[in-house]
């Protein structure tokens, strides 16, 4: 049972390239969630998903898109980097109203 | 407004001293409440749940204040170990699960 794993670990992109970050978890939970964490800021929510096929918009969702196509896969893209999305991003998910489980973080730097 | 407010710290105290932690949230249709502990540049794990009529996990103790709207944690006999970010989070359950931070509360235990 590994929980909730993210790829990859560590990214560098440039200014206008695009990515896409994968969050897996194989515990069956039907909430699953995609923040950043900028010194200072806190975690914020950027989208999130309360079941497969279903996204919805957090607090940050500009300049991000997600997919939820299977129930253990949560998609986090870029379409076209910015200097302002420099940051550490974290996937989680949870079951019902219990406790919600974090990946290790993603360190997505863009120059 | 945020919807989750914390005190950022740093909280610096001795071993062995009582430290207690408050969080307000705006939002007074959020319906579950939580206590995480962040280390440095990891990813947030649970500390506890917080229940209205309040809760005890060995030294620590959460409380919640619905007329109020604020949820406290209070962690007593302070090791070194319990250095860390300390973040409260509410989930807003007529918002799909969203689950929201608070920026995080930052302690520092010294010898």
């Known amino acids: 049972n590994a929980g909730v794993t993210q790829t990859p670990k560590f990214r560098v992109l440039k200014t206008g390239q695009s990515m896409t970050l994968l969050c897996a978890q194989d515990?069956?939970?039907?909430?699953m969630y995609w923040y950043r964490q900028d010194p200072g800021m806190g975690l914020r929510l950027i989208h999130y998903?309360?079941?497969?096929?279903?996204?919805a918009k957090g607090e940050v969702p500009d300049g991000y898109n997600v997919s939820r196509l299977k129930k253990q896969n949560f998609l986090l893209g870029l379409e076209s980097a910015a200097p302002s999305q420099t940051s550490v991003y974290f996937c989680?998910?949870?079951?019902?109203?219990?406790?919600?489980?974090f990946g290790p973080g993603t360190r997505l730097t863009v120059t | 407004r945020k919807e989750v407010e914390q005190d950022p710290g740093p909280f610096n105290v001795p071993e062995g001293a009582t430290v207690a932690f408050n969080c307000t949230y705006s939002n007074s249709a959020s319906q579950s409440f939580f206590w995480y502990r962040q280390d440095c540049r990891k990813e947030p794990k649970l500390l506890m749940s917080?229940?209205?009529s309040g809760n005890e996990d060995g030294r620590f103790t959460a409380q919640l204040n619905r007329a109020s709207q604020y949820i406290s944690l209070l962690i007593r006999d302070s090791k070194l170990s319990d250095s860390a970010t300390y973040l409260c989070?509410?989930?807003?359950?007529?918002?799909?699960?969203?689950?929201?931070f608070g920026q995080g509360t930052e302690l520092s235990v010294k010898p």
């Open positions: 515990m069956n939970h039907e909430y």
């Open positions: 989070v509410v989930i807003l359950y007529n918002q799909g699960g969203k689950l929201i």
């Open positions: 989680a998910s949870r079951f019902n109203a219990n406790e919600q489980y």
């Open positions: 917080v229940y209205s």
């Open positions: 998903s309360v079941g497969e096929g279903t996204t």
